[in-house]
């Protein structure tokens, strides 16, 4: 059984920072590739970021480039998202997912096969 659970959500003002950590059960997390997803209300789940099993490749979703910074510990099997210059429509519940297999597209949420329960992330005007 793999669990992902996340931490670090809360109440910021724009403008502000957070940084998102998602702890995974497994020791082979340091094989896998891992991604942060968020889903605002009424809206579609959408990629954030993602990171290759060594850290040396990262993605990010254009709206979030040169904001967030994703990386990860893996003697830790720890994966983190930290956020700066938040936006009210960074408002989201945020998730952190591991794909074991690693054949698949980092932006695309069907590559991912481990999902966390979610933390909300509220960025207030």
């Known amino acids: 059984q793999v669990q992902l659970v996340e931490s670090g959500g809360g109440l910021v003002q724009a403008g502000g920072s957070l940084r998102l950590t998602c702890a995974a059960s497994r020791r082979t997390f340091s094989n896998w590739h891992m991604g942060w997803f968020r889903q605002a209300p009424g809206k579609e789940r959408e990629f954030v970021a993602a990171?290759?099993?060594?850290?040396?490749?990262?993605y990010y979703a254009d709206s979030v480039k040169g904001r967030f910074t994703i990386s990860r510990d893996n003697a830790k099997n720890t994966v983190y998202l930290q956020m700066n210059s938040l936006k009210v429509e960074d408002t989201a519940v945020y998730y952190c997912a591991a794909d074991s297999i690693g054949a698949g597209n980092p932006r695309s949420d069907t590559t991912y096969n481990y999902w966390g329960q979610g933390t909300q992330v509220t960025v207030s005007s």
């Open positions: 990171i290759s099993w060594s850290g040396s490749s990262t």
